[in-house]
Nanobody
Framework: QVQPVESGGGSVQSGGSLRLSCTAS????????MGWFRRAPGITYLGVAI???????SYDDSVKGRFTISRDNAKDTIYLQMNSLQPEDTATYYC????????????????WGEGTQVTVSS
């Protein structure tokens, strides 16, 4: 059992920055595939950024060059640094973890946090 807990959401103006954090307890953190997903009203979940146990990273095209995912295994935590935020980035952001690997995580499997709201105003 893994329990991800997100923090760091909030409201910013267009062009601003936020950093999200996610701590995942209950498993050997370094073995987890971790990711950030988001969901805006009326839109399906979008895989924003994923980092596997070896540190390999993938981003959705919509956030490349603006968002950075990282992990600190000593703190059982991942981060999502979000720069140059735009109104279309407004969504609930979810942290997810999967000890079975990233293939399942990309399909929505694994363990998910309750989400944190990010609102970007123009």
């Amino acid at each position: 059992q893994v329990q991800p807990v997100e923090s760091g959401g909030g409201s910013v103006q267009s062009g601003g920055s936020l950093r999200l954090s996610c701590t995942a307890s209950g498993n050997t953190f370094s073995n987890l595939c971790m990711g950030w997903f988001r969901r805006a009203p009326g839109i399906t979940y979008l895989g924003v950024a994923i980092i596997d146990a070896d540190g390999n990273i993938s981003y959705d095209d919509s956030v490349k060059g603006r968002f950075t995912i990282s992990r600190d295994n000593a703190k059982d935590t991942i981060y999502l640094q979000m720069n140059s935020l735009q109104p279309e980035d407004t969504a609930t952001y979810y942290c997810a973890a999967d000890p079975a690997g990233c293939s399942g995580l990309r399909k929505g499997e694994g363990y998910w946090g309750e989400g944190t709201q990010v609102t970007v105003s123009s």
